[in-house]
Nanobody, 124 residues
Framework: QVQLVESGGGLAQPGGSLTLSCSSS????????VGWFRQTIGKEREFVSS????????HYGDAVKGRAAISRDEQTHTLFLEMRKLTPDDTAVYYC?????????????????WGQGTQVTVSS
């Protein structure tokens, strides 16, 4: 059974940083393009970042560009998202996703596999 599990969410201070992780079971994440999305209540799921199998092709959403860094560890089959200079607008449930497809993979519909999400709350 294909599963993705996010971790690292929680409460963060405005201006602070945090790192989210995503691990896989049932398949090897190394063979997939992967991405991060986020969603708040009443809004559509928003693209945050994606990274190719090779780790070379990376995309960021406009809302996090310059403040986020996506990476992947082939040894541990783990995906990471580091977020810096957090603001309350970053408060959301963050999801990791995986796709066997190639391409930019910036759309929700590009991904057949999703984690359950981890809540990030930015507040003082």
């Amino acid at each position: 059974q294909v599963q993705l599990v996010e971790s690292g969410g929680g409460l963060a201070q405005p201006g602070g940083s945090l790192t989210l992780s995503c691990s896989s079971s049932g398949f090897t994440l190394n063979y997939y393009n992967v991405g991060w999305f986020r969603q708040t209540i009443g809004k559509e799921r928003e693209f945050v970042s994606s990274i190719s199998r090779s780790g070379i092709i990376i995309h960021y959403g406009d809302a996090v560009k310059g403040r986020a860094a996506i990476s992947r560890d082939e040894q541990t089959h783990t995906l990471f998202l580091e977020m810096r200079k957090l603001t309350p607008d970053d408060t959301a449930v963050y999801y990791c996703a995986a796709t066997p497809d190639y391409g930019a993979n910036t759309e929700v519909g590009d991904y057949p596999y999703w984690g359950q999400g981890t809540q990030v709350t930015v507040s003082s």
